[in-house]
C-alpha cells in the first residue's frame, strides 16, 4: 500500500523514536548488569520503575525510614508482578472473609467520603487508606481502639536519632511523641510530627486534629495521598503517593496487596476490642513478640524498610484468612537470612516465652512547658500550673503513678489546699498537674520539686519561680466610721475600738500598713508628742508598746486595730493613725473620771 507523503513522514519519525528507545533499554540493561556485579546497593530500589517514580518526595520526613512496618502479606494466590507498575499480573481477588476493627472501619470509609467532596478529582478509596493503616499499624489492634478513634496506649516509633532510622531532630517539644530531642512517628498511621503540623486534620469533628486519633489520622492520610493534584485512579500516580509516604518498593507493594484485598474481599467490622498482639513500629520496644520469619517473601527494596521480622500472630487475628493459621516458612539457605538491624535485642524463644519488662517504671519525667514557671506577685493566685510528663525508658507516657509535689523557700507559697505538698496520679498519657498555686506575701525565689518512684531510686525534677513585692497601695484617706472619743477605766481596756477605712479616690484600698501611734493630748498636731505612760498596745511577747505597724488593710479597706488597753494614768489622749505616704487621723482617747461608769476590767 503507498502512503502519502505527510503520512509516510509521520511514520518514519514514529520509527525512529521506537528504535532509540529500543537502544536507551538495552544500554541501561548493560549499565544495571555490570552495576550489580560492583555493588548491590547501587540498584537497590523499585525493582523496575523509573527513578523519578521510586522517590519523588524523597527528602519528606515522612518519606524517610521511620520504623518498621508490618510487611506480612495479605493471603492471595501467588502471581507474577508486572516489571513495570509492581501489580499482580492475573485474578487477585482474595479468598475468604477480611476482618477491620469497627471503628478504624467506619475512619478509614469516612475520609473516603470527605475526600470525595473535598479533592472530587484524586478519586481515594477508603481501601487505600486502610491498606496504609494495615501496613503502619495493623489497624492500631491491640493498642485498646476505642470508638471515639483514640486508644488506650501511644503507639510511637522509634526515636528518629539517625543510627538505625532517619535523623529527624524533634519539631514538637515533645508534644505529640514525648521525646523533646528527636521526633519519632506517632499514631495509627505513623505520622512525623512535622508533618502532622502541616497535613493534620480534624476527621472526627471535635474541634481537635489528633495524630493518635484513627479518624483524624486516617482523614489527613487521605489529604497528604491527594496532594500535589494527584488522581489515584491513575497507576503512576498511586505509586507516587504511596512511595511519598514510605519510599520502598516493598512498602507500595504490602499497601496495594491490602488495598486489593479489602477491593475484592468480604471485609467484616470486628470488634475494636478483639484479643490481638499489637504490631510495634520501634523493633527496640521490649513489648514486640519473638521474631519469625515473614510467611510470604518480598522483593527487596530500598532502605526506607529495615529487614526486621515480624511476629507471628494468633489464627483468630483478622489480619488473615480466618481459621488459616500463618505457617512460618523454612529458609531454604539460612545464610541468606536478612541481618537483625544495629540495635534490635536479641529475645529468646521458645514455648510459651513472653519478654519480661516493666512497664510502670519511671525513666524520667518531663517538665510541661519548660522549667521556670514565671514571676509572681506576693500574695496573688499564679496562673499557670506545675505539670510533668513521666515517661519510661522508650519515651512512653506512664499512667497512675503518683506524682509528689513540693514546694520549697521561704516565700509563703502553697497550693490552693493551703498546703506546701500534694500528691497527683498520672492520667492516660502520663501526665500530672499540680493544683493552683497561691504566691506567698514574701518576696524571694522558690521551687516547686516534682518525684516519683523509679527503678534505681527517685525521679524528680523542679520547677522555679520567683515572688516579687506586691505594689505598695496608694492612700489619700482615712476615714472614721465611728463616734470619739473612745473611752476606758483606769487600768481597763477600750471595749468600743474605733473603726477606720483607708480609700484612694473614693475606692477602698486593700494592703495598707498604717503606723498605729499614741500622743498626748493637745490642740496643736505639730505639739503632739508619744507618751510613757497611759493607753498601749501590747507585743507579740505581751510587752506594752505605744507604737505599732498594723496588719494591711483588708479589701474594703478597712483597718484592724488590735486590743487596746489603759493603765493607772487617767486623762486625755490621741490615737494617731498615719499610712506610708503620710495620710494621718487622730482618734480622741479619754482614760479615768472623765469615763462613764464601767465594769472594772
Not at 243 to 266: H, I
Not at 395 to 404: F, K, L, Q, S, Y
Not at 418 to 432: F, N
Amino acid at each position: 500500500m503507498k502512503l502519502s507523503p505527510s503520512l509516510s513522514s509521520v511514520f518514519s519519525v514514529l520509527l525512529a523514536r521506537r528504535v532509540r528507545q529500543g537502544v536507551c533499554v538495552c544500554v541501561l540493561a548493560v549499565g544495571l548488569t555490570a552495576g550489580s556485579a560492583v555493588s548491590p546497593l547501587l540498584v537497590a530500589g523499585p525493582p523496575s520503575a523509573d527513578a523519578r517514580d521510586a522517590a519523588p518526595d524523597g527528602d519528606a520526613p515522612q518519606a524517610q525510614p521511620r520504623g518498621v512496618p508490618d510487611l506480612q502479606l495479605p493471603d492471595l494466590p501467588r502471581q507474577d508482578r508486572d516489571r513495570t507498575t509492581g501489580e499482580p499480573q492475573g485474578d487477585t481477588k482474595p479468598e475468604g472473609r477480611t476482618g477491620i476493627p469497627a471503628t478504624a472501619l467506619d475512619a478509614y470509609k469516612k475520609a473516603e467520603r470527605t475526600l470525595r467532596s473535598a479533592r472530587p478529582s484524586c478519586h481515594l478509596s477508603w481501601q487505600l487508606v486502610a491498606g496504609i493503616g494495615r501496613v503502619e499499624s495493623v489497624h492500631a489492634a491491640g493498642y485498646g481502639l476505642r470508638a471515639d478513634g483514640s486508644t488506650a496506649k501511644p503507639i510511637r516509633g522509634p526515636r528518629l536519632d539517625g543510627r538505625q532510622f532517619a535523623l529527624i531532630r524533634d519539631t514538637d517539644g515533645g508534644r505529640w511523641d514525648g521525646d523533646a530531642e528527636f521526633d519519632r512517628a506517632i499514631g495509627p498511621m505513623q505520622f512525623i510530627p512535622s508533618t502532622w503540623a502541616t497535613r493534620g486534620a480534624d476527621g472526627n469533628g471535635d474541634g481537635v486534629s489528633d495524630p493518635n486519633n484513627i479518624y483524624d489520622a486516617a482523614l489527613a492520610t487521605g489529604h497528604y495521598l491527594c496532594s500535589g493534584g494527584r488522581d489515584l485512579n491513575r497507576p503512576a500516580d498511586l505509586d507516587k503517593a504511596i512511595l511519598s509516604y514510605n519510599n520502598s518498593r516493598e512498602y507500595v507493594n504490602a499497601v496495594r496487596d491490602w488495598m486489593r484485598t479489602y477491593q475484592g474481599g468480604k471485609v467484616s467490622a470486628t470488634p475494636d476490642d478483639a484479643p490481638a498482639v499489637p504490631h510495634h513500629p520501634d523493633p527496640a520496644d521490649d513489648r514486640a513478640p519473638a521474631a519469625t520469619p515473614q510467611p510470604r517473601s518480598v522483593r527487596a527494596g530500598s532502605a526506607a524498610v529495615p529487614r526486621v521480622k515480624q511476629g507471628k500472630r494468633p489464627a483468630d487475628s483478622t489480619t488473615g484468612r480466618p481459621g488459616t493459621p500463618v505457617k512460618p516458612s523454612t529458609p531454604s539457605h539460612p545464610a541468606e537470612r536478612p541481618a537483625k538491624p544495629a540495635g534490635v535485642p536479641d529475645r529468646k524463644e521458645g514455648p510459651g516465652h513472653r519478654p519480661v519488662t516493666d512497664h510502670r517504671t519511671v525513666a524520667r519525667l518531663e517538665l510541661v512547658g519548660g522549667r521556670s514557671l514565671g514571676d509572681w506577685t506576693a500574695g496573688e493566685a499564679v496562673g499557670r500550673r506545675a505539670q510533668v510528663r513521666a515517661l519510661d525508658v522508650h519515651g512512653h507516657g506512664v499512667a497512675d503513678v503518683r506524682v509528689a509535689f513540693r514546694i520549697t523557700g521561704s516565700t509563703g507559697t502553697s497550693f490552693s489546699s493551703r498546703t506546701t505538698t500534694v500528691t497527683v496520679a498520672t492520667d492516660r498519657q502520663g501526665i500530672a498537674i499540680a493544683p493552683a498555686l497561691l504566691a506567698g506575701d514574701l518576696p524571694g525565689p522558690l521551687g516547686v520539686v516534682a518525684t516519683v518512684p523509679g527503678k534505681h531510686g527517685p525521679v524528680s525534677g523542679t520547677f522555679e519561680a520567683t515572688v516579687r513585692p506586691a505594689p505598695a497601695p496608694t492612700v489619700d484617706r482615712l476615714e472614721l466610721l465611728t463616734a470619739e472619743p473612745v473611752r476606758a477605766d483606769v487600768n481597763g481596756r477600750f471595749l468600743e475600738l474605733p473603726q477606720v477605712r483607708a480609700t484612694a479616690r473614693n475606692e477602698p484600698s486593700s494592703g495598707v500598713r498604717v503606723t498605729a501611734t499614741v500622743l498626748s493630748n493637745t490642740d496643736e498636731e505639730e505639739r503632739a508628742q508619744q507618751v510613757t505612760a497611759g493607753p498601749y498596745f501590747k507585743n507579740d511577747h505581751g510587752d506594752p508598746v505605744r507604737t505599732l505597724v498594723l496588719p494591711g488593710t483588708d479589701s474594703a479597706g478597712r483597718i484592724a486595730l488590735p486590743e487596746l488597753f489603759a493603765d493607772a494614768h487617767p486623762g486625755t489622749y490621741t490615737l494617731r493613725l498615719t499610712t506610708p505616704e503620710g495620710v494621718s487621723l487622730d482618734v480622741r482617747l479619754i482614760v479615768g473620771e472623765s469615763a462613764p461608769d464601767r465594769p472594772a476590767s
